[in-house]
Every structure is written in structure tokens, then in C-alpha cells.
């Protein structure tokens, strides 16, 4: 006979206290019908998919008020080796891809021509944008002419692979994709970028391959 408040007497109190619990569950279980267990976890499931639904809201908003708050100012690096390509508040978009608008860029870069272009419905990739720095040669990109803008073409869109920004207090921000950058890029403008002698886009023959 086990004595009462020994541990192996209390072990086998909890223990029949979880049997008899379980006997209730089952009891209760047998009571309800098919057609209200089925209610219970529809609501469940509507609860959970609306309580994450507002928590991801609220995570794309405050990353979307970060994003416009933020200001443009650091620097662009090549990833592979740190060579300057120039200044962050020079980025600009154009659908998907970001480059750096500002004529120094492009004495920071070598360029590789494709025999071929590489045709597409609104551009052609002409060729490649190599890191200036004579010990890198990293591909940063492409060169690309736009069908919508023959004038201010080619720009250089970088792989947010291949950079990496370097903040005014030496904060480095390194992603894979730009989109995933808190930073909210001006977009590709026509009146603001070709009338800006700041902003101004010059043709391919214009640049020179940067040495470090």
C-alpha cells in the first residue's frame, strides 16, 4: 500500500486523474454531432487565416511607411569587392530593374558587348557591366536598351545580388532582391530624368572602364 503524499502515490493520483479526464473528453466527444464538429473547425479556420491576414497587413504596412521614410543616402558597392559604383540616391527604376543614373557610374564600369543582342518585346540586352576594379571584373549586370526610351538609353541594371549599400553609418544592407531593400527607389521618368543635368542617361560609347 502506498503511502499517501509519497511521490509514487502522487504519481498514480495524476495518473487516474488523466484517465477519468480522458473518459469525460471521450463522453463529451460522443455527444457531439458531424455537422457541428464540421462548424467548429470551419470557424477555427476562418479565425486563424483572419487573424493572420491582419497581422500580415499590419507587417506590409509598417515595412511600406519604413520604405517611404527612409532616406536615400549611402553608397553602392560591389559585393564581391567594395569598389564604389556610386550613390544611392542616384538609384532609379524602371519596372523591375534598378540603375544607378549618374555619368561617374559609368567610368566605374567595364563594359562586355554581346556579339548578338538578346531581343525581347520592350528591350535588348547588349551586354554585360563588370566591376571597374581591375582585380574584380564581378559581373554586376546588364547592359539594356528600352524600346520605350530610345533616347536615354542604355541604362545598367544591377543585380541586387551583386551590390551591396553601404549606409552613412557604415551599416551595410546586403539582400538578394531589391524588392526586399527598405528603400523606396523613384521610378523612371522621362521629364525628370532627361531634363535634370544631374540625372542625365549618356550613351554607351561615352563610358570608360574604372580602375581602383
Same mark, same amino acid.
Given at each position: 500500500?502506498?503511502?499517501?503524499?509519497?511521490?509514487?502515490?502522487?504519481?498514480?493520483?495524476?495518473?487516474?486523474?488523466?484517465?477519468?479526464?480522458?473518459?469525460?473528453?471521450?463522453?463529451?466527444?460522443?455527444?457531439?454531432?458531424?455537422?457541428?464538429?464540421?462548424?467548429?473547425?470551419?470557424?477555427?479556420?476562418?479565425?486563424?487565416?483572419?487573424?493572420?491576414?491582419?497581422?500580415?497587413?499590419?507587417?506590409?504596412?509598417?515595412?511600406?511607411?519604413?520604405?517611404?521614410?527612409?532616406? =536615400?543616402? $549611402?553608397?553602392?558597392? /560591389? #559585393?564581391?569587392?567594395?569598389?564604389?559604383?556610386? &550613390? @544611392?540616391?542616384?538609384?532609379?527604376?524602371?519596372?523591375?530593374?534598378?540603375?544607378?543614373?549618374?555619368?561617374?557610374?559609368?567610368?566605374?564600369?567595364?563594359?562586355?558587348?554581346?556579339?548578338?543582342?538578346?531581343?525581347?518585346?520592350?528591350?535588348?540586352?547588349?551586354?554585360?557591366? =563588370?566591376? $571597374?576594379?581591375?582585380? /574584380? #571584373?564581378?559581373?554586376?549586370?546588364?547592359?539594356? &536598351? @528600352?524600346?520605350?526610351?530610345?533616347?536615354?538609353?542604355?541604362?545598367?541594371?544591377?543585380?541586387?545580388?551583386?551590390?551591396?549599400?553601404?549606409?552613412?553609418?557604415?551599416?551595410?544592407?546586403?539582400?538578394?532582391?531589391?524588392?526586399?531593400?527598405?528603400?523606396?527607389?523613384?521610378? =523612371?521618368?522621362?521629364?525628370?530624368?532627361?531634363?535634370?543635368?544631374?540625372?542625365?542617361?549618356?550613351?554607351?560609347?561615352?563610358?570608360?572602364?574604372?580602375?581602383?
Amino acid at each position: 500500500m502506498l503511502k499517501e503524499n509519497s511521490p509514487n502515490h502522487i504519481k498514480e493520483r495524476d495518473s487516474r486523474q488523466c484517465e477519468q479526464n480522458l473518459k469525460n473528453i471521450l463522453e463529451i466527444w460522443k455527444g457531439i454531432s458531424l455537422n457541428d464538429f464540421q462548424q467548429g473547425v470551419l470557424q477555427t479556420k476562418e479565425s486563424f487565416i483572419q487573424k493572420w491576414e491582419e497581422s500580415l497587413l499590419k507587417t506590409i504596412t509598417l515595412q511600406t511607411n519604413i520604405s517611404e521614410s527612409t532616406e =536615400l543616402t $549611402g553608397d553602392i558597392l /560591389c #559585393r564581391a569587392c567594395g569598389y564604389l559604383l556610386g &550613390k @544611392l540616391d542616384k538609384v532609379r527604376q524602371y519596372e523591375n530593374a534598378h540603375f544607378i543614373s549618374d555619368h561617374d557610374f559609368y567610368n566605374r564600369i567595364e563594359e562586355k558587348l554581346f556579339n548578338q543582342p538578346q531581343t525581347y518585346a520592350r528591350s535588348s540586352d547588349i551586354g554585360k557591366a =563588370l566591376c $571597374g576594379s581591375k582585380n /574584380c #571584373r564581378t559581373q554586376l549586370g546588364c547592359i539594356k &536598351k @528600352l524600346n520605350d526610351y530610345p533616347e536615354i538609353s542604355p541604362i545598367y541594371p544591377l543585380k541586387c545580388a551583386s551590390i551591396k549599400i553601404k549606409s552613412e553609418t557604415g551599416e551595410m544592407i546586403l539582400k538578394k532582391k531589391w524588392s526586399q531593400m527598405p528603400f523606396k527607389f523613384p521610378k =523612371l521618368s522621362k521629364n525628370v530624368d532627361i531634363n535634370n543635368d544631374d540625372d542625365i542617361f549618356y550613351d554607351a560609347s561615352d563610358s570608360l572602364p574604372g580602375d581602383s
